[in-house]
Nanobody, 124 residues
């Protein structure tokens, strides 16, 4: 059974950093594309970043370019999202998601499986 478990969320001050982890089971992260999405209160879920199964293709939302970095450790079967220079507007529940195929899941329609989410709060 395919499962995704996020960790690493928390409360951080503006300008701070967090690293989210997405541990996969039931499949290998080099078989499906993996993405990070987020949903703030009262807003729709949006794609933040994703990586293809080959690892050769990554994508970032304009709002996080230059601040967030997605990476993958095949040995640990885990995908990470390093978030630097965090802003209050980054506050949201962050979800890890597996694509329906090998491509980078940029949209919710691309997603076959979701994690349970982890809260990120950026506040002073």
């Amino acid at each position: 059974q395919l499962q995704l478990v996020e960790s690493g969320g928390g409360l951080v001050q503006p300008g701070g950093s967090l690293r989210l982890s997405c541990a996969a089971s039931g499949f290998t992260v080099d078989y499906l594309g993996i993405g990070w999405f987020r949903q703030a209160p009262g807003k729709e879920r949006e794609g933040v970043s994703c990586i293809s199964s080959s690892g050769t293709s990554t994508n970032y939302a304009d709002s996080v370019k230059g601040r967030f970095t997605i990476s993958r450790d095949n040995a640990k079967n885990t995908v990470y999202l390093q978030m630097n220079s965090l802003k209050p507007e980054d506050t949201a529940v962050y979800y890890c998601a597996a694509s329906r195929g090998r491509w980078c899941p940029k949209w919710s329609a691309d997603v076959g499986s979701w994690g349970q989410g982890t809260q990120v709060t950026v506040s002073s």
